[in-house]
Structures are given as C-alpha cells and as structure tokens.
C-alpha cells in the first residue's frame, strides 16, 4: 500500500523558517516524481514545487511564488522528500501536501498534509 | 502560464443523477490533465490522468473526456459519498495549474 507522511509543520514568524518531510513507502521512490502542493485556508490547490525521479536526475521546477525562497530536495536512500523553506510570509500559511507522480501519471497519491502557519 | 478554467462552480444535484464537470485550459494541452475529488477536511484524491485514464482503484462511475483544451468529468448515478469538490490540473507545462474547483452538492 502506497503511503505519503507529512511532517514538519508548525507556527512560524514572518521571515522565519521551516523544513518540511514526506516519508514515503510502498512504492519504487526513485522511480517516481515527487510534488509539493498546498492549499491556503478555504482555497484551491497551488502546485509549488516538483523534484523529477533519478532517472531524470533528480532536477527541480518551482513555481513562481515560491522560487528563492523554497528548496525542495530527496533521498532515495530513506525513500523521503523535504522542502527547505525560508523567507516565510503570512501568504504562505497553507496546508502543505505531497504527492508521487508516477511517469506518465500526475499526482496519483497524496499525503495527509501538514499545517504550516505563518504568524507574529 | 496555462491558465485553467471550470464550469460550473458549484452544482446541486439528486441521488442517482449523472453529474458532468467542464474544465478549459487556455491553451492546447493534448491530454495533459488530471482530475481529482477533494472531500471536506480530506487530501484529495486522484481519480483520472490523461484526460480519460482512470486511476488504479478508482470506481468506473468516474470518467473522462476531451482533449486540447475542452476536457470534461462525468459522474454516474451520484451518491452521497460523491459530495466533495473536484479539481482539474494541466501537467504539459511548468507551473502545473489546477483548476478552481466545483464543489457537487446532493
């Protein structure tokens, strides 16, 4: 059984910073893109970042407003996905997801999420 | 930036009913788009990929349709457990969007 586990989120200050992880299992991990997407309270989804599978090598794309400020990164090793963030502003303020993607398909499963709060 | 439009926003409709969803994007995306179902207080879900492909696991009264940049999900004999607010998203290009969602009501 495919399993995505979100953790890491939490109340941050503007300005401050946060990593989030996603323990994956059940699944060839390096065999599969993986997403961050997020979704503002009472909102519509926003994809924000996507690190491609090994065989692409692993590049990265972000969207816009996230670019700078947000790292995503994996380690097909512990089969987890992180996204480094920083900069953090009060429109970040999100449910955070992840998803796997595997070739071919988009966003097949998904984690929980993790609440990410940014707040003085 | 491909923009993604859906129509309508929201719909109210009976037990037993066929339910059909439209999603535009603003330009040609082949059959680059994903559906899924969001259900109150859930991580969505995905229900189908490449415009008609059903997802492993997901009930046949789920399909899809189109391509270019008219795509459409129907839902067959509406259940109470089909409540929940679905989402179109283009995958051809970066950033990936996501429609806006229509929230199906019984």
């Known amino acids: 059984e495919v399993q995505l586990v979100e953790s890491g989120g939490g109340l941050v200050q503007p300005g401050g910073s946060l990593r989030l992880s996603c323990a994956a299992s059940?699944?060839?991990?390096?065999?599969?893109?993986m997403d961050w997407v997020r979704q503002a309270p009472g909102k519509g989804l926003e994809w924000i970042a996507r690190s491609r599978n090994k065989p692409s090598g692993h590049t990265t794309e972000y969207a816009a407003s996230v670019r700078g400020r947000f790292t995503t990164s994996r380690d097909d090793s512990k089969n987890s996905f992180y996204l480094e963030m920083n900069s953090l502003k009060t429109d970040d303020t999100a449910v955070y997801y992840c998803?796997?993607?595997?070739?071919?398909?988009?966003?097949?499963?998904w984690g929980q999420g993790t609440l990410v709060t940014v707040s003085s | 930036d491909i923009q993604m439009t859906q129509s309508p926003s929201s719909l109210s409709a009976s037990v037993g009913d066929r339910v059909t969803i439209t999603c535009r994007a603003s330009q040609d995306i082949s059959t680059s788009l994903a559906w899924f179902q969001q259900k109150p207080g859930k991580a969505p879900e995905a229900l189908i990929y490449?415009?008609?492909s059903l997802q492993s696991g997901v009930p046949s009264k789920f399909s899809g349709s189109g391509s270019g940049s008219d795509f459409t999900l129907t839902i067959n004999n509406l259940q109470p457990e089909d409540v929940a607010t679905y989402f179109c998203q283009q995958y051809i290009n970066y950033p990936f969007i996501f429609g806006p969602g229509t929230k199906v009501d019984i």
């Open positions: 998803s796997s993607s595997a070739v071919g398909n988009c966003h097949d499963h």
């Open positions: 059940g699944f060839m991990f390096s065999d599969h893109h």
């Open positions: 490449a415009a008609s």
